[in-house]
């Protein structure tokens, strides 16, 4: 299936689109070949979500055409528009000194920020000074400060449902998908802002999206089914619009080391990936509506 449009991409990496890559399409997560986990004492082949799907993995480099219908243009928004480029040299700098990439576990991580106060507070100030000019005068908040094992297919994982004291090889991932809470609708997730992830790790990272907004894959999906009768919802959208359209493709984004992305979550389906990665992924996210 061609690539329609729909969200664009603001790219703004040094290696342009060296980095982007498309497939054909995505499966069911019980028709692919899944990886074991093998770190720290760990070795596990991760479950998913019953629904869950993954994308296939026949990926190639865009063609120009697909270039040309992905590349955004100046009429580019925060809810329409995936955003990906490189750290300032200075924020970089001081995120370094912090000395994170060596880390085993997230408890380790955040022992490494306790421990640097100064350096803590210098990367503070250069976040701001980082983020104030594209946040487009609307407040912006810290999130998290993430870390996902390696050579894990998918990172987004519910535990809400998990007996207490769950451990890790428990967890179900729920392939791509869209955020949202109960205050949103399929028609209301482009209001909701978008998020900053910036990879602290010492690998690459995936970033996958589908380049449609919530509102497109309902419209396409009125053209299968009774959308009503199906009581679509955006917590039940991602499994009907993969079963449906199993060769929309996938869109997939390396994301080096200090370089960050900005991606409408609510409003598109997406996942991040460690596959083939060794190391702690280490990722820190932000909260607003920014726009490069």
Request: charged fraction near 20%; glycine fraction near 4%.
């Amino acid at each position: 299936m061609d690539l329609k449009s729909g969200i664009r991409l603001h790219n703004l990496f040094t290696d342009g689109y060296d980095s982007v890559f498309i497939n054909s399409g995505t499966l069911p997560y019980r028709e692919q070949a899944l990886e074991k986990v093998d770190f720290q004492g760990m070795n596990f082949t991760p479950l998913f979500e019953d629904d869950a799907y993954l994308p296939k993995r026949d990926w190639r480099s865009l063609s120009s055409n697909e270039i040309n219908r992905l590349q955004a243009d100046e009429n580019r928004k925060e809810y329409n528009t995936i955003y990906v480029g490189d750290l300032p040299g200075n924020l970089k700098e001081s995120l370094q000194k912090l000395e994170l990439v060596d880390s085993k576990n997230r408890e380790e991580v955040m022992k490494r920020f306790n421990a640097n106060p100064e350096v803590v507070q210098s990367v503070s100030a250069e976040i701001q000074h980082f983020l104030s000019p594209i946040s487009n005068n609307k407040p912006f908040h810290f999130h998290c400060i993430a870390a996902n094992l390696p050579n894990l297919e998918m990172v987004a994982c519910d535990i809400t449902r998990l007996r207490p004291n769950f451990t890790v090889p428990e967890k179900r991932y729920i392939g791509l998908h869209n955020d949202g809470t109960q205050f949103m609708t399929l028609h209301t997730t482009y209001k909701f802002g978008n998020r900053i992830t910036i990879n602290l790790g010492k690998q690459t990272r995936i970033f996958y999206f589908v380049n449609l907004t919530m509102i497109q894959a309902l419209n396409m999906l009125k053209k299968k089914i009774d959308v009503k009768k199906h009581q679509l919802t955006i917590y039940n959208i991602p499994a009907y619009f993969f079963k449906y359209f199993p060769d929309y493709p996938v869109i997939k984004i390396l994301q080096k080391p200090y370089q960050y992305y900005i991606a409408p979550t609510d409003n598109a389906f997406h996942d991040g990936s460690t596959l083939g990665n060794t190391a702690l992924d280490i990722n820190m996210v932000y909260f607003g509506a920014f726009r490069c």
